[in-house]
């Protein structure tokens, strides 16, 4: 009763391109660990972790002190115009785990305006406007952002300070290279770069911007190594290497940091945000020092890196690397992964199960292979039923994402396997029954 008055308030105030999850809609009135607790009582493990934001859970001790401190000194806020020891802090740590020599770091309030940045500084330092994208690519919701956004569903104008050429990669499962060996798909995907470089721009292109893993791209997740290839002939024509860090950083991919490191290369330059604040608003761009400082006028965020965000981010980045976040995502995705497959086996309206560490992707399909969206949205309503949140994405709409807090336990993992198990086999007897 109490989502439902909520949902028609919602609806008459808010607009109608928001969207939400579920037929019924739903508000978290309270969370601890990684189960939250709806305004109607009803309690459920996460394992969308408020778009993999939550990295570390709900209602952790170190990180709620921590802000609270900073709100006890009665500053909120102060801007960029002053000094704030938390944020320097915060700003060397990053700098230091990007691995990009001398690295300096900006801060913002989100992800799209870490790319925004980013791809001001590129464009600034290139004195170019061209920019190469991967097709399936979603890095934000501002002009330049949404200009470089490779998913019509996320397209939400068409007008653009950039002009964008677009690129095969990111997305394996549906492109033409799909039947290749990996090491074919890599050189198919480096001659593909080279022709769009030699017949689609004027040559001075300015950047490349990629996500490890494509996050709304349904955790489309490309062979390993393919990013340093590109970078070779990005490298020819002194084009610049953005690696968009939102979703895959902070370790979420298990194997590595930052998930370009898969790649074997250092990007120039790493945007962040998400999981960084565990739930504050924080974002931002570490940068080779020559790109951050090619400025050659103001710019400010006021509250980009503000005092309350950035003691909490700090006391965040602290937790996770003091646990060994990384390492328990490894371990648990790869169980998550091997359950998934084994069910996926038995299952064909599951066509795909991909993803590393603790961002996995099913990608659900009809008999002839085509996107089934209408069973990627049954799987949602089917998980939430059992007790599980999980999120949807993808070019059609059919994948099902799961990016469950790090800290997610073994019997955690298992519970999710359990309830995903039996959640797909009643999606897969409704898709026959149709
Ligand atoms: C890879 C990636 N980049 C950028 C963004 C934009 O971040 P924000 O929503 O914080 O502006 C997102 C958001 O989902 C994202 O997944």
Sequence with gaps: MAHRELLTRHRSVMPKWLALYYEQPIEFASASGRRVTDREGRTYLDFFAGILTNAIGYDVAEISDAVRSQIDTGVLHSSTLYLIQSQVELAEKIAELSGIPDAKVFFTNSGTEANETALMLATQRRRSEQVLALRNSYHGRAFATVGITGIRGWSASALSPVKVSWVHGGYRYRSPFRDLSDADYVRACVADLREIIETTTAGDVACMIVEPIQGVGGFATPPDG?????????????????????????GRTGEHFWGIQAHGVVPDAITFAKGLGNGLAIGGVVARPDLMDCLGANSI????????????????????????????????????????R????????????????????????????APHPAAAAALLEETRERGLLVGKGGLYGNVIRLAPPMTLTRAEADEALE????SIEAVAKEVQQR
């Design 226 to 250: 393919l990013f340093g290839e590109l970078k070779k002939v990005l490298d020819e024509y002194g084009i610049l290497l953005v690696s968009d860090e939102v979703q895959t950083g902070w």
């Design 301 to 340: 965020s006021t509250f980009g890196g503000n005092p309350l965000a950035t003691a909490g981010a700090l006391a965040s980045l602290n937790y996770l690397l003091e646990h060994d976040l990384q390492a328990n995502a490894a371990d648990l995705g790869a169980r998550l992964l091997d359950g998934l």
């Design 342 to 369: 084994a069910v996926a086996r038995a299952h064909p309206v599951v066509g795909d199960v991909r993803g590393k560490g603790l961002m996995i992707a099913l990608e659900l399909v009809g008999p002839d292979g």
């Design 419 to 422: 309830i995903l198990t039996q």
